[in-house]
């Protein structure tokens, strides 16, 4: 290799090769010795930012510089190391160099300047590269990077190996980020209702409103996927003012043409409380509709009234005082039950799930139950049930005064024309 060459593929900042020199090595090496096993890793050093605040660039560099060296001689045995950006290392190594168990020990490191120290802890992701692979070497770096991306707790492992099912995540992140917009438009997102029984006289009363996503270009996509994407991004109060709309909507025709409604739960999430227009929307139409005030009930989870700002407690509250109602979800899985309870107005208590699925398996668990539907009531609040699977979970519940049920034993989400046929039954 020329002088030049060789400057144009290395990190002036660390020594290391850049991105361009790792990716060339690399595939180099690949294609010299096809049978021979490899793996990529990808490092990164948390809150490195930290060091150029607290001591400066220059000791910042000299970090890099160290992190660089310690990498190149350490037990991987690195066969090409490079800096891909940043704080962001690859290894490149022989699969049977990779000793997993070793590499807490090289992630954790404590940096001495003066008297300052500073813990400071790396993650790494890995990729084992199959034999003949036809991936581009900046595509494997992907994969790595992407393991890297999954570790949730570094301090119970701080490491994780590349899998598929990591890279089917991510698309469909990417997928519901990116089409979103196309889907509501193009009818790809449907409103599902999920009918909520009276314990008592075993008539449908309510219903729960939850989305689905049937995507010609990508198959169907849970809820339980796209939603936690959504939120996270913020997107979710599109989707959540479209599933508003169509209820609304929904309940609107039925009453002009003087059939049955039920009232119906729409889900809100935490973001919703932040947004103002999705909030003066709703309550603009609370205070407006010709529906009955009630006809819609707003499900919020224990974790969204936690986090709830200045605007959206007083949208909760002026909600309620217009005669909204309003729902606490999943009550029991979070960890602010009574505060939420005792802080907030709100009408109906959903018992989360996993208590109604551990009926007759856990003693403490049924008393809980017991104690929970008797404190509901204290609070003149109504009690539903959800994920009711078994005819033994609705005895039980029924039996110590719940007032609702919702499950698939009783019926699954389904379409709005299903719905309409069983209101109309
Ligand atoms: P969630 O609000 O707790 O909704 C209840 C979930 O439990 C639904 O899952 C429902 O299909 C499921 N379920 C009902 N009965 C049973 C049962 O007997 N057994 C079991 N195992 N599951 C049952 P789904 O529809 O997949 O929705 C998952 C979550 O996605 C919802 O949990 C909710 O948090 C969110 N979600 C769904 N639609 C919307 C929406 O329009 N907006 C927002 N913000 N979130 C939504
Ligand atoms: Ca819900
Ligand atoms: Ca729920």
């Known amino acids: 290799m020329t002088i030049k060459a060789k400057i144009m593929e290395t990190d002036s900042v660390t020594g290391a090769l850049n991105r361009t020199g790792f990716f060339h090595k690399v595939r180099k090496m690949l294609e010299s010795n096809p049978e021979q096993d490899y793996a990529i890793a990808y490092f990164n050093i948390q809150r490195f930012k930290t060091v150029n605040d ?7 560099d000299a970090l890099l510089k160290k992190v660089a060296e310690i990498l190149a001689n350490c037990f991987l045995k690195p066969l090409a190391v490079g800096r891909m950006e940043a704080d962001r290392f690859t290894v490149f190594t022989r699969k049977c160099d990779m000793d997993l168990e070793r590499l807490p020990e090289l992630l954790h490191r404590t940096y ?8 400071l802890y790396g993650k790494c992701g890995i990729y084992y590269i199959p034999r003949h692979c036809s991936l581009s070497v900046s595509d494997m770096c992907d994969r790595a990077k992407l393991a890297k991306s999954s570790i949730t707790n570094q301090f119970v492992q701080p490491y994780a190996v590349f899998n598929e099912q990591m890279r089917e995540d991510y698309e469909q ?77 929904f309940l ?17 999430s935490r973001m919703d409380l932040m947004d103002k227009h ?19 009930s707003y499900e919020l989870t224990e974790s969204a009234y936690a986090g709830v700002s200045e605007d959206g407690n007083r949208f909760l509250a002026q909600m309620h005082a217009a005669g909204a109602k ?29 208590f109604v699925q551990k009926i007759g398996l856990n003693r403490k668990n049924n008393n809980i139950i017991i104690s929970l539907i008797e404190l509901a009531h204290r609070l003149d609040l109504k009690v539903i049930a959800e994920g009711v699977e078994t005819k033994e979970q609705a005895d039980f519940l029924k039996n110590y005064g719940c007032d609702y049920f919702q499950g698939y034993y009783f019926a699954k989400p389904m379409p709005q024309e299903e719905f309409e046929a069983l209101l109309d039954k």
């Open 112 to 119: 001495n300047k003066g008297e300052l120290k500073l813990d």
């Open 326 to 354: 309003l729902l606490v979800d999943d009550f029991g899985s979070g960890v602010s039950s009574f505060s939420t309870i005792r802080d907030y107005d709100f009408d109906i208590l959903k018992l989360d799930m996993g």
């Open 173 to 249: 992140r990417s997928i519901a980020l990116l089409h979103l917009d196309d889907a509501i438009q193009n009818g790809e997102i449907k409103v599902f209702y999920q009918p909520i029984y009276d314990a008592w006289t075993g008539k449908v009363v309510l219903a729960e409103a939850l989305t689905r996503w049937f995507s010609c270009e990508f198959g169907n996509i849970s809820p339980a996927k796209f939603i936690p994407i959504l939120e996270e991004s913020g997107y979710i109060t599109k989707l959540d003012s479209y599933v508003y709309q169509s209820v609304y909507g």
């Open 252 to 268: 609107e025709k039925r009453q002009r043409e003087g059939r049955r409604n039920v009232d119906i739960g729409v889900n809100l």
């Open 54 to 60: 607290l001591f400066g660039y220059e000791a910042g």
């Open 278 to 296: 999705i909030m003066e929307k709703i309550l603009n139409d609370v205070r407006t509709s010709e529906l009955p005030r009630g006809s819609i």
